[in-house]
């Protein structure tokens, strides 16, 4: 992680970047005012578990974050909130006015727990971004990735037993065999691995 800190001059960020046809910066948001699924992902800065403080911080950022969704997404489908970082896999066709709302929350929140924490000027969000969802099978490989992402960072064993996630609605709703079923056919595989590198 954070590899670009043991990286050369000539082995810049951006030329390393560009050798690979990426943004030289972070992904691009496009601001289509069309109805779209996407997989929205923000961490704490240096992925530093600012969020898991305590427990019911925790549960006031998933609050916020659901609160924002509910007012411009047409559908979540998923969401996970972890110690230093969160995923919200959602429908919207105002994502323009979501990343502005993300962004409120991001600073107010910033603001909030630096006071709590007596750390005035610490950076607490890295970046905010969005991947839509380029056909079903990447928003059920999605679905699996959000619901699995505690269990893949070693917090619980089980989805259902993290408590900051849609995971245990999502078992109860659709039952145990139909979610194994979607697990096998949409599996997650190198799903999101080294997204946090660059």
Request: charged share 25%; aromatic share 12%; hydrophobic share 35%.
């Amino acid at each position: 992680m954070y590899e670009w800190r043991r990286m050369t001059a000539e082995q810049s960020v951006l030329k390393l970047r560009q050798s690979q046809r990426r943004p030289w910066h972070s992904p691009p948001h496009l601001d289509l005012e069309v109805e779209l699924q996407y997989l929205v992902t923000a961490a704490c800065y240096e992925h530093e578990e600012i969020i898991g403080k305590s427990s019911d911080r925790m549960t006031e950022c998933e609050n916020e974050l659901l609160k924002v969704m509910h007012e411009l997404c047409s559908e979540t489908y998923a969401w996970c909130v972890l110690p230093n970082h969160y995923h919200l896999l959602l429908k919207t066709e105002h994502m323009k006015a979501l990343r502005n709302a993300l962004a409120l929350f991001h600073g107010c929140s910033s603001h909030r727990w630096n006071g709590e924490d007596t750390a005035r000027g610490r950076k607490v969000w890295f970046n905010c971004f969005e991947r839509p969802m380029k056909s079903e099978r990447h928003l059920w490989a999605s679905l699996n990735y959000v619901h699995h992402n505690p269990v893949h960072h070693g917090y619980v064993e089980h989805w259902q037993d993290w408590p900051w996630s849609s995971a245990a609605d999502f078992l109860r709703e659709i039952g145990r065999e139909k979610a194994e079923a979607i697990w096998r056919k949409y599996p997650i595989l190198e799903y999101g691995k080294k997204w946090d590198v660059y």
